[in-house]
């Protein structure tokens, strides 16, 4: 899996949109982009994915540049309860294809 | 999205007992499950891949005879820690795949957290 390099921590104001950029460099065309994000002592939860365009859901946009090297999640009206470690992963689409973390976005919603 | 639960939620233990953490996907059927476990303040990172029917994966410097795990059907997992010692209190996670047509995406359980004295 291509690794991924995302600044260790910001801040955003509640009610505000946090955007939050992941570098890949070397992603293999067959290599989705994910994020996940895990609040504190619990497992980590699905955001959203992507291949190349695109992608909004009731969570988040999902932002990827032409030419795949890099990607922001968009957080559209940040709540308190979306402070969490924030994981961008890039992986092939497959079953049996692990996850690999590295140390993500602490990400801090300001009152 | 998918669930995925993990049975028990925590568990306290002495050391020299075995502990077993189930992994279940409850909507889904999943040939294949992920057991990661995480210390404080550090990332996931994965133990072994889970194949239905089959041995189980083991990364590099997770002992496969301390860390049994079983897969007997497509929607549980268990992982066995044996003989557990502190240095295994940890948080283990599981995960599990669930495929949309082409599309398959990895959703996590909850958590167990181990705590050996």
């Known amino acids: 899996d291509a690794k991924t390099t995302q600044p260790p921590s910001m801040d955003c104001a509640e009610g505000r949109a946090a955007n939050l950029p992941c570098n890949h460099s070397?992603?293999?065309?067959?290599?989705?982009v994910y994020w996940y994000r895990q609040i504190h002592s619990q497992g980590p939860q699905y955001i959203i994915h992507?291949?190349?365009n695109n992608e909004t859901n009731e969570m988040a946009s999902l932002i990827i540049t032409e030419d795949r090297k890099s990607s922001t999640l968009i957080l559209p009206h940040a709540t308190l309860r979306d402070t969490a470690v924030y994981y961008c992963?890039?992986?092939?689409?497959?079953?049996?294809?692990?996850?690999?973390f590295g140390t993500g976005t602490r990400l801090t919603i300001i009152p | 999205g998918a669930v995925v639960s993990q049975h028990p939620s925590w568990v306290i233990c002495k050391s020299g007992t075995s502990v077993k953490i189930e992994c279940r996907s409850l909507?889904?059927?999943?040939?294949?499950m992920f057991w990661y476990r995480q210390f404080p303040k550090q990332s996931l990172m994965l133990m072994a891949t889970?194949?239905?029917?089959?041995?189980?994966?083991?990364e590099q410097g997770v002992e496969k005879d301390k860390f049994l795990i079983n897969h007997a059907s497509l929607t549980l997992s268990t992982l066995t820690v044996t003989s557990a010692h502190p240095e295994d209190s940890s948080f283990y996670i599981c995960?599990?795949?669930?495929?949309?047509?082409?599309?398959?995406?990895?959703?996590f359980g909850p958590g167990t957290r181990l705590l050996v004295l």
């Open positions: 995960s599990a795949g669930s495929r949309e047509g082409l599309d398959e995406t990895q959703y």
């Open positions: 070397t992603i293999s065309g067959n290599e989705y």
């Open positions: 992507g291949l190349k």
């Open positions: 992963i890039v992986r092939v689409n497959f079953g049996n294809e692990k996850l690999t």
């Open positions: 909507d889904f059927q999943a040939t294949t």
């Open positions: 889970s194949n239905e029917g089959s041995k189980a994966t083991y």
